[in-house]
């Protein structure tokens, strides 16, 4: 029984192992830009809630690329030269440009990148001329002139966070051609929270208002070169369920229309949404090629969201899917970490992995604490299944001559049921349940699969140390020494476990270890040292068990000759002592 609940465990790990490998969707190749625009406009913005409707067709479509092909109205309210605004906090640097008065960085001083700079949620040296809060109206030259306008900022240089905790940015435009123009930023910084609200005017005239947002967050030096990291993908809330977008869908159903919770675009740790509180929307997906430090091209996902109602302003998140701040924004926001189908028993997890590191501050050896915590529990399982095994063990030789007097029937012989029979009648006259050596084994496994996809996920190991060459619990063991040493506790384990398992089967399944060890070559480093000591646990757990249980006889099975004659030397004896 053992043996199946070992071939389950491997099974399962290879089809995770291999759909993130092989079968997860490839990133679309960049798509060329279109002669023309879609007809919700440009597939990267969000549409002000003051609008009383999304632009027309005819309006998108007249929409042209940013940059005016001549000189435009002269200004009448805006500022001389470009310039940066920087907005500073304990956990934001922003900066804006006054020059279309739009998002150019947005690090997070908490999150660092490879280069031990704060990771910018702004991908930058893309070619798009999309950027951040870029105020579009479905008129071409309009948006051309707003979006290279130079607007005054009512700050200047680096502003820091108010008594309140918030930052408010305003930028204002109007020239001699009618157009006027109000920008109003207001940060939350401490949440990576951010309203945003857009009015256009045209010689008096509102105009229907939207706000291009450009690619979305993608953690590049993060996120590549290994199965285990999710790419940036569409994710939104409707219906009550979390919809996840990937790359192919992106290319074949870029849009997506209903009532929405929040919309966005999100990778393995951070995540920019439209918090839209349940509003009718409209959302649009494109994938975006983005080249990094090295001239290699990443796919990001740029978002489009154009939600209806009453109101000016539009909330955004752009921050890190951390599970306590997400749920303090919004309660299911916190279903954008994918936690996949164990989130009920993950959740727990993390909550307790969250508490042990508080008092440790280390979160190598908080995820070992958590591990001896969870085979605390699970040794009564353990051990149930430890000492079945090894009754098991010890009727082998009697099972195996049960099955050997049959062994040449056929499997549809109704003979056959006679061994099944008399295999019952030896678990019930020594005692033993069959299914006591799997069953709780089986019930572990909820257990490994959610810590599976916890230490996946959770930003919290992200660029935390451990300890010597491990320095960040969230990539592969540079040195590869925890997967073999791994692989190691997996021999010495299977040596120490009861098997009734024969020698062919058991030399096969001594090729598990080394599959476990490539699989986890490039997993999260975190998640290996959780597997490390779960082994080293459930070694000594075993060790203990066959010291202290009693070893169970075996007992040997003489060949059918042998039996009758021994059975008619025992009817002579009775009949001798009658007479």
Known sequence: M??????????????????????????????????????AGDTSRVAGR???????????????????????????????????????????????????????????KTYRDDQGEAVDLVPQNHESATRPFMVETGDGDLDARMNTALFKADRMGVIGEEPDGTVTLGFEYGDEG????????TLTPATYMMNVSADVTVNGEPRNVSLALGPGPGDIEKSSGTSYAQKPQGTLFHAGDVVRIDAKSVVTQPVREGEFRW?????QYFMSCALLDGDTARIEYEAVAVPDGAGKTHNFVSYSVNPTGQGASVRFFVGPKDFDLLQSIDPQLVKSVNFGMFAWLAVPLLKALKGINAYIGNYGWS?????????????????????????????????????????????????????????????????????????????????????????????????????????????????????VMMGATMVLQQRMTPSTADPMQQKMMMLMPIVFTGMFLWAPSGLVIYWFFS?????????????????????????????????AQKAGDRRQETE
Not at 33 to 39: D, F, I, K, L, V
């Open 178 to 185: 009618g157009l006027s123009v109000r920008k109003t930023f």
């Open 367 to 483: 995820i070992i604490v958590l591990t001896f915590l969870i085979n605390l529990v699970l040794f009564p399982l353990r051990h149930k299944s430890f000492v079945s095994m090894k009754k098991l063990q010890a009727l082998q030789p009697e099972m195996k001559a049960i099955q050997d007097r049959y062994g040449k029937l056929k499997a549809a012989d109704p003979a056959r049921q006679k061994m099944n029979q008399e295999l019952m009648e030896l678990y019930k006259q020594r005692g033993v349940n069959p299914a006591s050596g799997c069953v709780p084994m089986l019930l572990t496994m909820p257990v490994l699969f959610a810590f599976y996809s916890l230490l996946s996920v959770a930003i919290e190991i992200r660029g935390a140390p451990f300890v010597f060459w491990i320095t960040d619990l969230s990539r592969h063991d540079p040195w590869y020494v925890t997967p």
């Open 50 to 108: 003051g609008s009383s409707r999304p632009p027309s067709a005819e309006q998108a479509q007249a929409a042209a690329p940013v940059g005016p092909s001549e000189p435009g109205p002269a200004s009448r309210v805006g500022e001389g030269a470009e310039r940066d605004i920087v907005i500073e906090s304990a956990t934001v640097r922003a900066v804006f440009s006054n020059r279309g008065a739009h998002l150019k960085s947005w690090r997070l």
């Open 535 to 567: 082994n080293l646990f459930a070694i000594a757990q075993q060790w203990g068990t066959n010291r202290l249980t009693a070893a169970v006889p075996v007992k040997a099975v003489r060949p059918p000759a042998e039996r009758r004659i021994k059975a």
């Open 263 to 267: 919309a966005g675009v999100d990778d």
């Open 2 to 39: 053992e043996k199946r609940v070992l071939i389950a465990v491997v099974l399962s790990f290879l089809v995770l192992y291999l759909y993130q490998s092989f079968l997860a969707p490839p990133p679309p190749k960049p798509q060329p830009a279109p002669a023309q625009r879609p007809e």
